[in-house]
């Protein structure tokens, strides 16, 4: 309570203080030095981004240097406050590493340092916040920062008793009273202001600490969906794309370990143990786990001891074996002969080798000279003494060139295995369905566009979002929804304008990554093949086996990826398709339409029109949850439909389903967008076509002829490579006509060199087709069995013809109905879900994290405007000066 | 009766005299009386006491003409001090009766001047790094506290001008040429901390307090302080007043319009001081206007203080009043007195003051100013951790005084009346590091407290505890703990310890002895060290080829043994301690270009050697800014 007397009477003697006059005696004078307070060492720091740049770099190697200190005890309440800020980072750091060490992919494992990140940031930012809000209304930054004596930087206002107000500039200081309101005819009117901004800035900090708990977390979380869908996620696609890409650039690294494996196996050893050879080649094979090649591996490693003469060693270790002979096979007479056998053979030393023929007669001999124990055949005491006593003195003979092969062999699987791992982790970073993943981004964007293309309402969302929603029920929205757009141009200008936007660029840099893939697989593919070359030259060796794998495989990835590209397509292209199938439908008098119905479906008791109702139904279903085409005819009944006559009826449907743009839906497309549509579309009927299915229609050129229509050449290429075209109509009589020609002929080997010739000639499209390779190898059985011991050589022919069919068909698999499923991308109604799914929830989210934020913001902003008011628990009082007094603030 | 009057013989005995001091005749005022009729002469000390009350004189003159030979009686040694008031004419009437015949003659001998005069030299003291300092109380001093309860109460002596006359020549002998006098005006009442209240709690500057007047000495309190330090100057030791910062409740009250109040009209007090309310210095703070009053308040009170001869002033919280005032104030004094020291409380460069409504503290403001020497930081060295901090510290005041005037220097602050005992820190041998540190640094003017030659830890039984009389009004007996009473009348500071005394004495020799190289020589820091030589403290002084290695453990309580480099230091060089060894178990030997030590906790050492070049060898060498 302030002292009524004093201060009045204080007010009195103040008006009345005078100046001190400076001695006007010289003497005096002349001794004074005009002493001023000199320039204080500190600064005040303004807030720009240098400077803010200028303390982020320097504060690390401060709060280390700190830490330093204070692990030698030399800390003090600053610097050990500053290592606490330092600690509590370095902390959360360590879990977020811990949790994403954890986490199952890249993106997941960036989330957590994401999470670290935008908290952080977010406790750094709310303060900036208020203050600004603060500095803008009351007129100076209550977060100011000034830098010590000392070079520390420190908060201006963090300590009432210790405020370096001399660094303040006075006119500075008199603007933020103008703003403030501080009288200006007041005594001491700089500690009014500096009073009224100390305690506004004690209360802006206050209000930042105790909002500072609702403030971060809602910070953190805007901040986390704008750093992730802005930053993180393009982020971490391109990072895991340029490293994925940087393993190709690198040369194949090998695995040393094995490499001196060999070395240590093979080199400059004239003999191998069976026991060692076959733990080699286990090591070596078991690494090509993942690239399904191990088997392949291992056979060829095994092949290259082919040949390889090898003997047998006698060492006196045989000895204890030969006393360990089961009694129930071998008797003592047995035993006695070997033991001698032994004897003889080491002679006075302490190993001795005998070839594998020697050892067989020797073996034969022992065994017809054993007397049989009971009733052992004679086939299993010989098989018993090898494997009981000989098994592990078998040695292989290491040709020339055997280790040079060896090593080469590995060398060319290891190139595999390391371009097929730098594949995949191209593919996980683009194409796959993986969290962070190309693909995975593009189909995120997707979810927002598509839902406002097509128009739904909220409740609509809210339906379809709803996992318990019947499937009837979405299906009828949809429909509903994508039928009303049809029937108005404006609308289907305005839904079709909104699809394109995701569908071209999400496609666009689908096929582009998609081409690149490609061409890593060609490349990995010529690389290996060259180097498998290269070494059959050398070693005079064919490795058909592993070839085989090798092309196998990476047809598969070429599957794999032509998959997703089909998919993004067709998925994105999907609510257009469905429109132009729905404008289709509902036109009511559409000739593919009509057609199909007359020529197909034709129930004698039903009208035309029903035919069409029902036709059109199942077309639309057919569209909207992506099922099997094929499948649909498994399901006619529900739709009132007749058995469909023969395979024409899916050829016709395909037909109508996968029908070009009409000119409604086209107009509001680009000719190269609708074009690529079109040619997705065909691609799809050419796919659907080559299905095996109930009626099991057979691919012709007609199919092949489709295809041939698609403009799309990238598209049309990557078709190319796995659609199996020709068949060769193979009946029974004919084939028997055929056999009986050759036999009576001696054509039999004319018909191999033929055989052959087709094999390796055949074109492109046919080798894809597994009927082909059925025919081929049908017809290599039949020679087989036909010719049996007829021809000479005939099984080295028929073996050379099956080697030759198998590599030029291997790779390509049939196209199967998974496949096209895959291919074919997700339903609309259930893309319109996910959508749906994903709109709703961040809608939820973003309405209570607004809300919240905005009640913050709200609260904080009464709050700003209340600081530094005059009220009960803040009375200002001011000396007024006594003469001119005018005692209201300016 | 009075023609039995004989000369009254000369007070002053020999012992007051040193050797070395110049010996003065005594001079003092008398009234002589010559009988006529017999031509007995004789003479009286004249009243010249100018606030006597005249019933005193009265009483005394009586006194003396009943008892006029007795020993007991003494006459009062006057100042040169001219009588500001005739004898009274009470006074005069009594000298009429006792003419003979009814006749006197009444002639007043002329003042007898010193052959030679004190002439104030403690600025160039400062200046040259020459003075030696010793803070004392004169309520205190000299206090005798015969019933050993640490208090003085009831009949017991508090400490006065005259009987602090006594301790003169101890401290003399000690090497002191400068009294650091503590406050002596009367303490406020009002909210006053303990019995006596605080000595930087003054009533009145312009007034000093009575209580430290000699009951026994017939003359104003003032003639007495003339007195005391009168007989300071005749030692050659100069006196430096503490000028308090601050003003009592009572000062607050009586003198409003020279405090300062803070904008709801409350006054402003230093915070954690509540006995004492702040001065306003500004009239308008914006424009940097000082206050008139506060001003002309001052030079009132410098104008006392030089008419008591007081030769410096230790301005107390010197940063309590802004550079501009002291530009008043200093030139002011010096005036007057050219010689007029200036000491300013002030240690160390502070952004902001942690201490509300006191200002932020700046050493070098206050330097440039006017003042001649601050005190620095040497009161945190028991905190330093190493002996490099120390050295660090010495180059940081050699750098700063390249930026002042020439010839700033600060004090050895090793230990003030605000500081802890230094015998908390180490007990004697801390003492004695100390001292000899002080005593060999550069830019250091050595300082002592009272009671650190004799080891006083300042631990007072009276402590906290409730008095039976008090001054003030409160009767409990504050004091802070193990630190030197400032707020009761309590005994002269004593302690167990002469030897650190002792060893002032001796190392007080030794720095005159090369009072050059340690008052103008330059500073090597010796920081290069092998070994456990953290703790060390090393450095040399060197002037034209001169050079003196000290050497210091600044563990108290463990040994090191470190090898240090010393420039130029040769494997015969013979090391010859110039200190007194206190310390058991040192092992210091000479090798080439090096020092192999090993030193017992706290000990302390200087050498004089033989390294002419070392100035040239060294890698830093720092100079004062002379």
Redesign the interface.
Known sequence: MSNMIIQNYTADIISQRKAAASSNDPSIAALKVGAKPLQPKGRLIPSNMWESTKYAVKKPFQEAKFFVDAAQGKGNDYSIGRINDLGLKLGSLGIAAILAASAASPFKKGMEFVGFATWFGSMALWPKLVGSAVKLTKGFDPNQKYEDSYGRVKPFFQDPQYICWELYDNDKLNEVGDKLGIPTNIENREGAIRSKMQQIATQSNTWTMLTAGFATPILSSLLADQLGSRVFDPAVEKFMIAKARRGFEKEPSLNKDFLSDIDVTLKNTPYITEGAKDNLIKKISSSMLGTKLDDEVGKELDHLFDGASDRIKITKDLYGKVDNLLGVTANSETKKMLREFIKGQLADGTEAFLTKKEFSRFLKKVVIKSTPVKDIDKSVLLKTVANGVFTDSREIEIPEHLYDDFRNLYKVSGTYYDRKKHLLKFLSATLNDVDGSATANNWKKASSPLVKALGFSNDELQILANQKTPAKAADDIVTRRLKKIVSSPEQSAEAIKGIVKFYSASTAKDMKLAQEAMRYIDGTEELTLKQLRQLEQLSGKRFGTLESGFIRSLNSDRTLVANKVFNTHLSFSRPITAMNILSKISDGTDPDIMNLVKEVYSPVDLADKQKVSNVSRMLKDIVFNNEDASSFFNKFEQYDLLKPKDKEGLSRLMDVLFAPLKPEIRQHLSAEVADQIDDSNLIMKVLYSSLENPIKPELNMTSFDELKKVKNVKLLEMAKDYIGLEFRNDSDDTIKKFWQYLSDNGKFKDFFVLLKQEASDVGELEKHSDKFVDFFKKNAARLWWQTGQKVEGNTEMVKELTQVVNSSMSGFKRFTINDATMSAGLGLVDFVKKAASDTVSYKIWLKRAGMAAAVLTGVTAIGIALMGRKNKFNTDVYEYKREGVNNNAK | MLNNISYIPSYYSSNMFQSNLQTTTPSYQTVSMTNPQTQAFYSIPAITSYYQPPVLAEQYNKQVANNAYSNTVQPVASTSVTPQKKMSPLLENFMKTQRPDGVSQVTLEPEKKSATPYKNHLRTLFQNNEAVIYAMIPRTFNAKDTNGDDVIDGEEETGTFINAIERLDELVGYGVNTIHMLPIHEPGKEVALGTAGSIYAPKDYLGIDPKLDDPNDPRSVKEEAKQFIDECHKRGIAVMIDLPSCASVDMYKAK??LMA???????KTP?GWDDIRMFDPW????K?????????YHKRVIDLYQELGIDGIRADVARAK???F???I???A??KDPEFAFLAESYT?E??????NMP?D?P??LL???FDSYYGQYHIFNEW?TGKELNDYVIENLEMSKRLPKDKSLIGSFSTHDDKSPMTNGGAPYCNMTTGLQMTLPMTNPYFVTGFESGDRYVYKFRDKIARESDTGNLKYFVHNEKLDLFNKSRKPGGENPEIGEFMTAMSKVRKQYNDIITKGSFIPLDEKRGDGEKIISYARSLNGKTLLILANKDVNASHKASVTVPGLKQDQQLNDLAPVYTKGDNISAAENRVELELAPASFHVFEINTPNIEKEAKGVYKQNL
């Open positions: 409003p319009e109040t803070d904008e709801k009209g409350n006054p915070q009239q308008d703070e914006s940097r206007v000082l206050n008139k009053e506060l001003v002309d802004p550079v501009e002291w530009d008043e200093i030139p002011y010096r005036s460069y952004d902001a003051s942690p201490m509300l932020k700046r070098e403001d440039a100013a006017g951790k």
